[in-house]
């Protein structure tokens, strides 16, 4: 199928060219279609697919002819709610790429800046917004927000506004919009939950779904290191020095553990940043344009920060900590397999995580490379049973608890690199 068979407006297909794309990717070839039918829809993909031109696409189609050239006092037509303020960026610019040869205006809001700018171009009026849900609320609140004319409701990313702890907020918005809306609901997985929230907002939704999760690592070259927690940091650092790795994006678990391995990282002379939801807005932009436009070369990154990222040709994803969700694992190494591009995941797998990649393997069905040649692999705990007798419930030998204390000694005075 070509853009051109779904019989887009002139406009939008002359967009869409130019950005050098002539056939629909799986999700919008399904999901485009029930859109421009006027069909609530649930749709199954996660970031990379091309999800969000699959519902931007059809929306800016129809609201085109509704609106046309019209220069009556603008409305909002379409309401997009996304859990991030990356996201929310993210559709905005999608929505004025496809939309630039129409009359359409769209303004993306968010909290952790001032409003002032915001109310303004609300008060001009907009077509299309786009929010995250706290700072909607609070314009909503104040009296600047109309939803009277809304047609078209968004819920994007709705597994991450569930983990959020979002889910009351959209609940309310919900209650504020109209009920003869088109809903569409977006969600990288499908957990009971998600189906639920369907139940209650849509109207007899069409399903869509585009390739099973586990399958995208396919494309991807996997590597595991098996590696003793405290060496991480080391090892990390090996690799971006001894392999020459740039443009790497490298996830942890937690925000103090990304500043951490930031820290550590600068200590070496690695430019590095961390981006979680600790930092300000204007510092989160500006480390990721800055990682972007390649003047900082390893960004850490927390789950939940790292869901707002989209870069094309990402060559290197790095798990320094496994996630304990074998589908995040995979949401992760998929930044660097975009559109059918290559490109190569490392992960990090100490002993208490065992477990979690036990569970990623039993996911991905895949056959992930052992490096086994590294300076810090995990060290043998248990005594070789093919080696000397054990002694450790006999007498120690004369002068063992010298030496014991000469080991302990070296091994306070054995300076890490970090």
Known sequence: MLFEDLSLSNSIQRAVFEEGYTSPT???????PFILAGKDLVGCAQTGTGKTAAFAIPIIHNLHRMIGSSKKTKQIRCLVVTPTRELAVQIGESFD????????????????????????????????????????????????????????????????????????????????????????????????????LADTFLNKPEYVSVTPVSSTAEIIEQQIYFVDKTDKRALLYHLIR?????????????????????K????????????????????????LDHFKNKEISVLVA???????????????VINFDLPNIPETYVHRIGRTGRAGNGGISISFCSKDEEPYWKDIQKLIKVNVKTIKD?????????????????????????????????????????????
């Open 26 to 32: 799986p999700i919008q070839e399904k999901a485009i």
């Open 97 to 196: 790429t496809y939309g630039k040869y129409t009359n359409l205006r769209q303004l993306t809001v968010f909290g952790g800046v001032s409003q002032v700018p915001q109310v303004d171009q609300l008060k001009k009026g907009v077509d299309i917004l786009i929010a995250t849900p706290g700072r909607l609320l609070d314009l909503h609140k104040q009296g600047f927000i109309d939803f009277d004319h809304l047609h078209y409701l968004v819920l994007d990313e709705s597994d991450l506004m569930l983990d959020m702890g979002f889910i009351n907020d959209v609940r309310k918005i919900v209650k504020l919009v109209p009920t003869n809306r088109q809903t569409l609901l977006f969600s990288a997985t499908m957990p009971m939950a998600i189906r639920e």
């Open 242 to 262: 001894n392999e020459n790795l740039s443009n790497v994006l490298v996830f942890v678990r937690t925000k103090h553990g990304a500043d951490n391995v930031v």
């Open 264 to 287: 550590a990282l600068k200590k070496h002379g690695v430019n590095s940043e961390a981006i979680h939801g600790d930092k300000s807005q204007t510092a989160r932009q500006r480390v």
């Open 302 to 316: 927390t789950d939940i920060a790292a869901r707002g990222i989209d870069i094309e040709s990402l060559p290197y």
């Open 374 to 418: 590294h300076p810090y692999p995990w060290k043998d705990e248990v005594p070789n049973p093919d080696a000397k007798p054990d002694l450790r419930n006999k007498k120690k030998p004369e002068g063992k608890e010298n030496n014991s204390r000469k080991s302990e000694a070296s091994k306070k005075n054995k300076k890490r690199w970090y």
